[in-house]
């Protein structure tokens, strides 16, 4: 009798190695990106009592941890996991988990220092994740998103220390767009336009930015200012320098994509612009105007136009492109057009709500489109019936 010779262990390394997920590990992902996933609900539900309107689940708690519920429980989570899986280490996951029970625990009755713990140990499990991608290929790339954690540590652990989310706007808000501006770059390097020097230049525009959110801090007058000229700088960098200048000329997905970032920049133009000329505002149409402007125009449009790639780097299961996407996508746009051009600008208080409950809408559609995609799988291509030439020729 001959006995079985096992397979070797290191046989199934290499496929692990090249990103297999084990369904242990999906699972797991798919935790984390459903706590996500319930603070976006929250958090649009926060947005309905904001605005005045009835919303399914009222509390007064709710509408004030809207804004770091949305920034850090909701987009911090999923963009901390696709980072976590890019390092592959398991101590990594503990950013995404932390960020996402802090989210749920400033939703359950626990008390709100639970859910601010949460969000700070998130943002502190972060700066090892970009240390450890800076020491396998230091970059430009990783440096300005590293430079964005910090602020996002900074802005959760000043809210644990007390103070008013409205003044820790700029610094939730250049933790995500640094965070961003970082990962476009690492795309534009094949760009002809991108070299030593726009790489430079780049992170000139974010350590001013950093500096700016200190300033903004302790002098207001001075800060958003600069803020503004750094946020105007750093837009003209993306539109100089960011591939989606020629994706657009593209079809299918590449093009979808393009549209939503060229689009989420030109948002980010109102923000700088408010900033420059109005200067600080804590409440109010420019306080909105600024808030929506960046989080919904900006941070919104950057989810959608990378959905597709984030969710395979993340369950290792495809969000096919369909053109229905673009609705709700145009949605978005047009109903913020609707808030702060008519809304805020104006004074009209019935445009700010009913652009808000379709910017509402046009988010949770857009939910809706993402998860079919996923249950349809891959679009059949259309084979086009032979025509009677391509006949002669095969007979």
Not at 108 to 130: D, H, Q, T
Not at 244 to 258: N, Q, Y
Not at 309 to 317: K, S
């Amino acid at each position: 009798m001959t006995r079985s010779t096992p397979a070797p262990t290191n046989a199934v390394r290499p496929a692990r190695r090249a990103g297999a997920v084990t369904p242990r590990r999906a699972a797991g992902r798919l935790v984390l990106l459903l706590a996500g996933g319930i603070a976006l609900l929250a958090g649009l539900d926060g947005a309905l009592l904001l605005l005045g309107l009835s919303a399914p689940i009222v509390s007064a708690r709710l509408a004030d941890v809207h804004g770091p519920l949305m920034v850090f429980g909701f987009v911090g989570t999923v963009v901390v996991l696709e980072r976590a899986v890019a390092v592959r280490k398991k101590w990594a996951f503990l950013a995404p988990a932390f960020l996402g029970a802090g989210g749920l625990a400033v939703l359950s009755p626990l008390p709100l220092l639970v859910g601010r713990l949460g969000f700070v140990a998130g943002s502190v499990m972060l700066l090892p994740i970009y240390l450890v991608i800076w020491r396998r290929a230091p970059s430009t790339s990783t440096a300005v998103q590293a430079l964005g954690a910090m602020l996002g540590l900074m802005a959760t652990v000043l809210w644990l220390g007390g103070v008013p989310v409205p003044q820790l706007v700029p610094a939730m808000t250049f933790y995500l767009v640094l965070t961003i501006a970082g990962e476009r770059l690492e795309l534009a390097r094949i760009s002809p336009t991108v070299d030593e020097r726009a790489e430079t230049r780049l992170l000139g525009v974010a350590l001013s930015l950093a500096a700016g959110v200190v300033a903004a801090l302790f002098w207001p007058l001075i800060g958003y200012p600069l803020l503004g000229i750094g946020t105007l700088a750093l837009v003209a960098w993306l539109f100089r320098h960011d591939v989606a200048t020629r994706l657009i000329r593209h079809h299918g997905l590449p093009r979808f994509m393009a549209a939503c970032l060229l689009a989420g920049y030109a948002w980010l133009i109102v923000a700088g612009g408010s900033w420059l000329i109005l200067g600080a505002s804590y409440s109010g149409p420019a306080y909105d105007a600024v808030l929506h402007s960046v989080f919904l125009g900006f941070v919104m449009s950057m989810i959608m136009a990378h959905a597709p790639t984030i969710l395979p780097a993340v369950l290792r299961r495809p969000l096919p492109y369909r053109p229905a996407m673009y609705g709700p996508a145009v949605l978005l746009h047009a109903s913020l057009l609707v808030r702060v051009l008519i809304g805020d600008a104006r004074g009209v208080a019935e445009a700010v709500q009913w652009g808000g409950v379709v910017n509402i809408v046009a988010v949770l559609a857009f939910v809706v489109v993402a998860v079919a995609s996923v249950l349809r799988g891959a679009p059949v291509p259309r084979v086009s019936p032979p025509t009677r030439k391509t006949l002669d020729l095969t007979s």
